[in-house]
């Protein structure tokens, strides 16, 4: 235990770093199998390694697995101005190895990735991510207990509205067997900046009554100020960072089947200011706030033919007196598998949804959107046990219109990997004016025709 702690010492110290990570999430385009979700159960990472074993002496068991990841996606139509057209893609090789014992696992993965995307200009990126897990479990009458963390994938959702990426972690769990409880803690920070810290903790119950389970989370997010430095001849100039201060929360709940019918539904919000400061002004420092809210509520039926699911998304005004333009949520590191997820044209549109959050790569992260709203009807057909196809009819309202979209989602699946291919078709009304005449005249802009194509598979070898 002594040498553990000091190995866990020592990998949360580089770069003075101080949260369900799990083995497949290379697979995660498999979720939609099942209509995009992930349950989670807040396992350790030694409880969800897979692969092949090449090594055993006594408790120890060392663990390989090979895979090779990749996505693809193109979208056309609108005007160019709006930069709807294009496209992104990427390969990964995955290598993993695992070392296990009863009560301690290490975890290192190497990941060579090249992505290629264009929205307006051409962009390629060559580099290696990494995970490093270090941690131990224990398991004592009714109790189950594990401490993790380094550097890896997190998920803390089902449907990857809050957090769903990769970052510096610690995390510790509880497990009261029983009665189905568990408390878990988390603190996580981004892999190149960790000034940008997200510390938390989570309520879970499983399996009581009618429920499935059901999720309280409750987070943090601090960041520090950071003073501006004008242009001068010795100083390059570098903007001012505010000071910033956000409290994040969700509630998922899902239940089990009822007459062949279950129910999820879930409540995201953040709240909280940026102030600015400002040494020639008065009274009060200039401040960016927000109060913004998701919803989104799933009923699902499994009949003889095939699985059905109505639902909705709704992104609530923000209600902040020092905001009025922005009225939405948006997440820490999002990737949102809700009403189609990656194939959805509509619910990709909504940039800010999915790029701008804390974890994003963007110079000026952001903590809301402009809103979004959908109804989501769902057909599901398993044709087999390895071949299977998803439908969805979604009608939104987002920041370019309203309007509707089809999807049609193929997957094929066996023990090798997955294979998932889909196309949508959307079209959208913009409520804005188009000028004729005069900035005074003009005509409704017309309806609009755009197209999504989306690929993945995974191989593992």
């Excluded at 100020?225 to 010795?234: A, D, E, N, V, Y």
């Amino acid at each position: 235990m002594k040498i553990l702690l000091i190995l866990l010492y020592i990998l949360l110290s580089y770069d003075s770093i101080f949260s369900e990570t799990y083995s497949d999430h290379r697979k995660d385009d498999l979720l939609y199998w099942n209509g995009g979700k992930k349950t989670l159960e807040f396992l350790s990472r030694k409880e969800t390694t897979t692969g092949k074993q090449i090594f055993q002496n006594g408790q120890l068991r060392i663990l390989n697995r090979k895979l090779i990841n990749t996505s693809y996606y193109t979208q056309k139509g609108g005007e160019d101005r709006e930069g709807i057209s294009r496209y992104s893609g990427f390969g990964r090789l995955d290598l993993e190895l695992g070392l296990l014992t009863n009560n301690f696992f290490l975890i290192v993965s190497s990941k060579p990735n090249y992505k290629e995307e264009k929205v307006y200009d051409k962009e390629i990126q060559k580099k290696s991510i990494r995970e490093v897990i270090i941690g131990t479990n224990v398991e004592y009458n009714n109790f189950k207990f594990y401490l993790q963390g380094g550097e890896g994938f997190q998920r803390l959702d089902s449907y990857g509205l809050f957090f769903s990426g990769y970052s510096r972690f610690v995390e510790s769990s509880i497990h009261y067997l029983p009665f189905g409880i568990t408390m878990n803690f988390f603190q996580i920070a981004r892999t190149d900046d960790l000034r940008k810290r997200i510390t938390g903790a989570s309520l879970s119950f499983f399996e009581n009554f009618f429920i499935k389970r059901n999720t309280f989370t409750y987070s943090s997010y601090i960041e520090d100020r950071i003073l501006g430095i004008p242009q001068t001849i010795l100083n390059e100039r570098r903007d001012e960072e505010p000071k910033g201060e956000y409290r994040y929360f969700f509630w998922e709940l899902e239940t089990n089947p009822i007459k062949n019918f279950t129910f999820e539904l879930g409540v995201f919000g953040v709240k909280g200011k940026r102030v600015y400061s400002n040494p020639f002004y008065i009274g009060n420092s200039p401040q960016i706030a927000t109060d913004g809210r998701l919803y989104y509520a799933k009923l699902n039926s499994n009949i003889t033919l095939a699985d059905i699911s109505i639902g909705g998304l709704y992104s609530r005004k923000d209600r902040s007196r020092n905001d009025s333009e922005n009225n939405g949520y948006s997440g820490i590191s999002t990737s949102p598998r809700i009403f189609g997820g990656a194939s959805s044209f509509l619910l990709n549109l909504e940039s800010n949804l999915i790029d701008r959050g804390v974890f994003s790569n963007s110079s000026t992260p952001e903590f809301q959107n402009k809103g979004i709203q959908m109804v989501s009807f769902e057909i599901s057909k398993k044709f087999s046990e390895s071949f299977g196809m998803n439908f969805f009819l979604n009608r939104g309202i987002v920041f370019l219109g309203n309007g509707y979209e089809g999807i049609v989602q193929g997957i094929y699946k066996n023990s090798y990997g997955f294979f998932l291919i889909s196309y949508t078709h959307a079209r959208l009304r913009s409520q804005d004016i188009s000028p004729v005449l005069t900035n005074t005249i003009g005509v409704l802009e017309k309806e609009k025709a755009f197209d999504r194509f989306y690929l993945s598979a995974v191989l593992e070898f």
